[in-house]
């Protein structure tokens, strides 16, 4: 939990209402977070991905009470995406096992058929076994401020949460980096370039100076 264990790696939005907004955000949060929220893979099916969002201090809960969801002025939750993979080495290693038994048992490798079924069992059983892989990223949302952070360093998460926040909640989030907050106060492009301070053009010309 980067937010609760001071982490400084995350990425900040300003937070804007989009089309179809619902009118008190604060309100209308928990019930939005749960239409989204995580739910586990079905070993069953083929899926092999889930995600979506859940209690910042318990990442299997998904009831965002009040008290869970919101810290003074703030909101607290997290995004969770879960992904299972069949290492396809494994797989085929233990495809050929069993070919390797059934041709000394039948005198006969197996059909394209058999071995098609087998693999689709193994595949299966494979999948029973394996131990998801869990990522968690916090989310903080100052409503007061509308201001936003994702608590991810890799873009593609960051990206993937902001699409799960701006479904969820009918919002459009702004970067805040140097180019967007000059863009909406009205600086010009030329007015962000470095200072000399930044670039030590002082110190070059002392240095220029010294030398003559």
């Known amino acids: 939990m980067p937010v609760l264990r001071g982490a400084v790696t995350f990425s900040r939005f300003l937070v804007e209402p989009a089309e179809g907004a619902p009118a008190d955000l604060k309100r209308s949060l928990s019930r939005a977070l749960k239409a989204r929220a995580f739910a586990p893979i ?8 889930a995600a979506g969002f859940v209690e910042l201090e318990n990442h299997d809960a998904t009831d965002f009470a009040t008290g869970d969801l919101f810290y003074g002025e703030y909101a607290l939750f997290a995004y969770r995406i879960d992904q299972i993979k069949v290492p396809g080495p494994v797989l085929r290693a233990e495809v050929d096992k069993w070919a390797a038994a059934f041709e000394k048992e039948k005198g006969r490798p197996p059909s394209r058929g058999e071995k098609g079924e087998n ?4 595949r299966q059983l494979l999948r029973n076994r394996a131990v998801p892989i869990t990522k968690v990223h ?3 949302w100052n409503l007061k401020s509308q201001q936003l952070q994702i608590w991810a360093a890799s873009r593609k998460a960051v990206e993937e949460v902001l699409g799960g926040l701006e479904t ?14 000059a863009a909406r106060t009205g600086i010009e492009d030329s007015a962000l370039g470095p200072t000399a301070e930044l670039i030590g053009m002082e110190l070059q010309a002392e240095v220029s100076h010294g030398e003559a």
Request: no cysteine.
């Open 42 to 49: 079905e070993r069953r099916s083929e899926e092999e991905r």
């Open 168 to 181: 969820a909640f009918k919002i459009k989030l702004i970067p805040l980096i140097p180019a967007s907050v």
């Open 119 to 122: 693999r689709s069992s193994v």
């Open 138 to 140: 916090d989310v903080s």
